[in-house]
C-alpha cells in the first residue's frame, strides 16, 4: 500500500502557487519571475527545522508541502485558496507567502508513484 501523501484524496488543502519561469530568470531588483497564480490541491504542515540548500548552507524552513506536481526551486506559494488571497493593492500584507526552498521526489518501493514535497520559508519581499 502506498504512502497516504501519494494519494491526491489526501492532499485536500488548497494553495496559490506562483511558478518560477523556466529557465529561471530575475528582475531588475534580483526577484525571481513567476507566473501567473494558480490554485493547487496539497497536504500543508507548518513546522520548523533547519535543512541544506542547493548550495549546501543551512537554511530555516517554516513550512512544508506535499505536492502532486513538480515545483521549480524559487517559486512562491501561500496557503489558501485562489478566491481568498487579498493581493497586491489591498492594502493587506503578504507575510504569509513563501518560497520555495528546497524540492524532494521519493518514489515509492516498486517504482509506481512518487512522493512530491517542498520545503518552504517566509518570503520577504
Not at 530555516?60 to 489558501?80: C, H, K, N, T, Y
Request: a positive charge.
Amino acid at each position: 500500500m502506498p504512502f497516504q501523501e501519494f494519494d491526491r484524496r489526501y492532499r485536500v488543502q488548497a494553495a496559490v502557487l506562483w511558478a518560477a519561469v523556466s529557465p529561471v530568470s530575475y528582475d531588475r531588483y534580483g526577484q525571481t519571475l513567476v507566473s501567473a497564480p494558480v490554485e493547487i490541491k496539497v497536504r500543508w504542515l507548518t513546522c520548523r527545522r533547519e535543512v541544506l540548500d542547493s548550495k549546501g548552507n543551512t537554511i530555516a524552513l517554516d513550512a512544508e508541502a506535499v505536492v502532486g506536481q513538480q515545483i521549480p526551486v524559487g517559486s512562491r506559494m501561500w496557503f489558501g485558496s485562489l478566491s481568498s488571497w487579498a493581493g497586491t493593492g489591498s492594502g493587506l500584507p503578504d507575510k504569509e507567502v513563501h518560497e520555495v526552498k528546497v524540492y524532494h521526489e521519493t518514489p515509492d518501493v516498486k517504482g509506481r508513484a512518487v512522493r512530491r514535497t517542498v520545503g518552504l520559508m517566509r518570503w520577504h519581499d
